[in-house]
């Protein structure tokens, strides 16, 4: 379809509800994440890890360039490419689109992760500076960033050439600011290959660990062996992303994958935000080492199984019950009916609050941010900017969901009157 044609004007003329601060914020977001990103990476690794200084210490343009960076950066965007394209593991079908299609995935994310996890033993075992990632760490976030960019403007520009029903419900106001910022096309291909779903939880995700093993490599140079509050960041970290490609399939009913269209807010959360902020209390632990007691550190890892035990629980919960409301372990479960045929829970994880599953990330992200003391806030940036997210995303889902089920809805809300906080919110 031609950029101008009249059913695309149609689409674009009404009004659709504009979110995260609409044209401002599609202005300043895109400008101030990147310098949050470097200034982030920047304190983590001055000796004083100062969050609140004024100016604040942005690195400089020689620390943001490596020829090696690039080269990485895409070599390893292009392996998990190739991963994705094996005939691993198997396919499921998405939610049916608007058009009444439904789009295959392949569900091999875990065998991504496998595989990269042994090519890495295999590089240690022959000697590989791994912990050379520290110093790469820079140029590495400045590439991803640039790369985001350069990927979101071909999505916003491919995205002319498709037909209306393939555009995202609030991707195309006509405001090409907000529009390239928050994704007009909702599953733009090349052929059978999903960007949006590869770059949800493949590149970016298993980076983050790998840059947590290499920051755990450069304790292991500095210092001749792992911290015990390195090891619970990197243990931690990766239960977190193995279960996310474990529940791959999860993904495709998701708010991201269903609702979204894949502009530069998605690109960028999924390539730079989550490798090179999620991981900063691993670079923070390189130059600030912390005495960690074996007693703290039980108390941490039970708070991060309660978490994750919350977190697993409440969501396999409800994707049994979308898949089999009839299963026996969902089977008992009290409901109730909405307009549109679908039910909801009011027992079980989802009769405690109306989002347990943020709950346990949330207990999670702050086992996280534990091990790395009281002396700096540094370290607590990834729990309390996730506090601040998952609070605005449960109200994106709110408003939604009232739309999907008005009046039933509103009487989910009477029954769990609390959305993520048991008595407290
Ligand atoms: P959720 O899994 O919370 O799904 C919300 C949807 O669930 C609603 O739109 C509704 O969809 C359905 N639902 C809501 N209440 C009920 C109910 N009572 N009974 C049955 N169905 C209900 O969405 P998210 O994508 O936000 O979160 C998925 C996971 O990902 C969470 O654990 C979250 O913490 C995590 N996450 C992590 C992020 C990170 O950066 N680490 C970022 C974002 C999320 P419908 O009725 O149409 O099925």
Redesign the pocket.
């Known amino acids: 379809m031609k950029p101008n044609s009249p059913a695309l004007k149609h689409r674009t003329s009404h009004d659709t509800e504009r979110e995260f601060g609409g044209a401002l914020g599609a202005l300043c977001i895109p400008v101030s994440l990147p310098l949050t990103v470097l200034f982030l990476m920047a304190a983590s690794r001055s000796p004083e890890a100062g969050v609140l200084q004024w100016p604040p210490a942005l690195p400089s343009r020689d620390q943001l360039w490596d020829p090696a960076a690039p080269v990485l950066l895409l070599g390893w965007i292009a392996l998990h490419a190739l991963l994705y394209l094996m005939p691993l593991g198997k396919v499921s079908e998405g939610l049916m689109l608007s058009d009444g299609t439904r789009l295959k995935y392949p569900i091999n994310g875990f065998h991504g992760l496998c595989v990269s996890c042994v090519l890495l033993m295999l590089l240690l075992a022959l000697g590989a500076p791994l912990g050379s990632l520290f110093e790469l760490l820079l140029p590495l976030a400045a590439c991803a960033m640039a790369v985001s960019f350069l990927f979101s403007v071909y999505l916003y520009i491919r995205s002319f050439w498709v037909p209306p029903h393939a555009l995202a419900v609030g991707g195309n106001t006509g405001n090409p600011l907000y529009d390239f910022f928050i994704g007009r096309e909702l599953n733009p291909r090349i052929g059978n290959f999903d960007l949006k779903y590869f770059c949800e939880l493949r590149p970016g995700l298993i980076g983050w660990v790998v840059i947590n093993l290499g920051m755990l490599m450069k304790e292991v140079e500095l210092r001749g062996s792992p911290s015990l509050a390195m090891l619970l960041v990197n243990g931690f970290q990766l239960l977190y992303v193995a279960d996310a490609l474990w529940n791959e399939e999860a993904v495709l009913?998701?708010?991201?994958i269903v609702h979204d269209g894949f502009g530069f807010m998605l690109v960028f959360g999924d390539l730079a935000w989550?490798p090179f902020t999620y991981g900063l209390q691993a670079s923070f632990l390189v130059l600030h080492p912390q005495a960690l007691s074996w007693t703290r550190a039980a108390a941490i890892a039970a708070l991060n199984g309660i978490g994750y035990y919350i977190?697993r629980k409440s969501?396999s919960q409800?994707n049994q019950?979308?898949r089999d409301p009839t299963h026996s372990s969902v089977a008992g479960l009290e409901t109730i009916a909405t307009a549109s045929g679908?039910r909801?829970?009011?027992s079980g994880w989802?009769g405690l609050v109306?989002?347990p599953?943020?709950l346990?990330?949330l207990l999670m992200a702050l086992a996280w941010s534990l091990p790395c003391g009281f002396s700096h806030l540094l370290p607590y940036f990834y729990v309390l900017y996730?506090t601040v997210?998952?609070i605005h995303?449960e109200a994106r889902?709110e408003r939604?969901?009232r739309a999907?089920y008005g009046p039933a809805w509103a009487s989910?809300c009477r029954r769990v009157p609390f959305r993520i906080f048991p008595y407290v919110y």
């Open positions: 009913s998701t708010m991201d989550v977190f969501n409800k019950f979308r679908k909801l829970l009011v989802w109306r989002h599953n943020y346990g990330d996730f997210l998952l995303r889902d939604q969901c999907k989910y």
